[in-house]
């Protein structure tokens, strides 16, 4: 597929779904909010081009050089995947529902529990707070413990996402990955 999805393609991507990048035991399942629609048309996690993900995570010291999202698939190699609270692509996360975000809380703790990662990194506080009901959630290690998996609440890395710099948004990444190593 072009890697510049059409306009077409982008509007057929609406309500579609991207294949997981998950196995078990990983070492950190980072799960953003839902697949925009450039991701839903390439099926690939974090694909629009002005998402930070990719360069947070290699900043962060999770990866040994930049990959690109057509590289997802080497994040297991490295005990890492992806997924997403609610499947559904949409133009913009504020398209969900809180009845779907916190459907897709159920859905990802099953999930987790299924594939015991050590870590789970949600993508998205405002989506954390909402899937799993803690409203006065922060940035950083949570106190929740789905199994024996520890969760970690990044912030969203999308370019709309104005109130976090790529140094700041990688000094996030670099602080999870410190926890990681420390356990």
Request: hydrophobic fraction near 40%.
């Given at each position: 597929?072009?890697?510049?999805?059409?306009?077409?393609?982008?509007?057929?991507?609406?309500?579609?779904?991207?294949?997981?990048?998950?196995?078990?035991?990983?070492?950190?399942?980072?799960?953003?909010?839902?697949?925009?629609?450039?991701?839903?048309?390439?099926?690939?996690?974090?694909?629009?081009?002005?998402?930070?993900?990719?360069?947070?995570?290699?900043?962060?010291?999770?990866?040994?050089r930049r990959f690109t999202p057509?590289?997802?698939?080497?994040?297991?190699?490295?005990?890492?995947?992806?997924?997403?609270?609610?499947?559904?692509?949409?133009?913009?996360?504020?398209?969900?529902?809180?009845?779907?975000?916190?459907?897709?809380?159920?859905?990802?703790?099953?999930?987790?529990?299924?594939?015991?990662?050590?870590?789970?990194?949600?993508?998205?506080?405002?989506?954390?707070?909402?899937?799993?009901?803690?409203?006065?959630?922060?940035v950083g290690p949570q106190e929740?413990?789905?199994?024996?998996?520890?969760?970690?609440?990044?912030?969203?890395?999308?370019?709309?996402?104005?109130h976090w710099t790529p140094d700041?948004?990688?000094?996030?990444?670099?602080?999870?990955?410190?926890?990681?190593?420390?356990?």
């Amino acid at each position: 597929m072009n890697t510049r999805p059409t306009k077409d393609q982008l509007t057929a991507a609406y309500g579609t779904t991207i294949p997981d990048v998950i196995a078990a035991g990983l070492d950190v399942l980072f799960c953003g909010i839902n697949p925009g629609l450039y991701s839903g048309a390439l099926k690939q996690h974090f694909a629009r081009p002005g998402n930070r993900f990719w360069p947070a995570l290699h900043g962060g010291g999770f990866t040994p050089r930049r990959f690109t999202p057509s590289e997802q698939d080497k994040l297991l190699d490295l005990g890492l995947g992806v997924t997403n609270v609610v499947g559904r692509a949409t133009a913009r996360a504020d398209e969900l529902t809180d009845d779907e975000l916190r459907d897709g809380g159920e859905l990802l703790t099953a999930k987790v529990l299924e594939f015991r990662p050590r870590w789970l990194a949600v993508v998205g506080i405002t989506a954390y707070r909402t899937a799993f009901g803690f409203p006065k959630a922060r940035v950083g290690p949570q106190e929740l413990l789905i199994g024996g998996t520890h969760v970690w609440v990044l912030p969203n890395p999308s370019g709309l996402n104005a109130h976090w710099t790529p140094d700041g948004l990688a000094a996030e990444f670099a602080a999870l990955r410190a926890a990681v190593v420390s356990r």
